[in-house]
């Protein structure tokens, strides 16, 4: 059985930060790639970031612009979207995904996701 788990959403004012957590529970952790994407209120779900299997490179969406940092612990099992400057427009559902032996900058094909948490920004 494999799951993905998101925490640490929650309601921010502009500017804050929060530490996203996707707890993975998977075979063979280290071999994903571990991607983060979101899904606004009607709107398609985009990419944001992810980080290589290898844990060596990372890559972003141009929105993001700099604000954005992706971690893995492949002791936890856990990939982390840290967010800081947040705006309102980042509110959105998170959702974390993993895909075998994928490169940082994998927008597609990824096999497992989870069921998303939720980030709002207030002004």
């Known amino acids: 059985q494999v799951q993905l788990v998101e925490s640490g959403g929650g309601l921010v004012q502009a500017g804050d930060s929060l530490r996203l957590s996707c707890a993975a529970s998977i075979s063979h952790f280290i071999y994903y790639a571990m991607g983060w994407f979101r899904q606004g209120p009607g709107k398609e779900r985009e990419f944001v970031g992810a980080?290589?299997?290898?844990?060596?490179?990372?890559s972003y969406a141009d929105f993001v612009e700099g604000r954005f940092t992706i971690s893995r612990d492949n002791v936890k099992n856990t990939v982390y979207l840290q967010m800081n400057s947040l705006k309102p427009d980042d509110t959105a559902v998170y959702l974390c995904?993993?895909?075998?032996?994928?490169?940082?900058?994998?927008?597609?094909?990824?096999?497992?996701w989870g069921q998303g948490t939720q980030v709002t920004v207030s002004s």
């Open positions: 995904a993993a895909k075998w032996r994928g490169a940082p900058t994998a927008r597609r094909g990824y096999d497992y």
């Open positions: 980080i290589s299997w290898s844990g060596n490179g990372t």
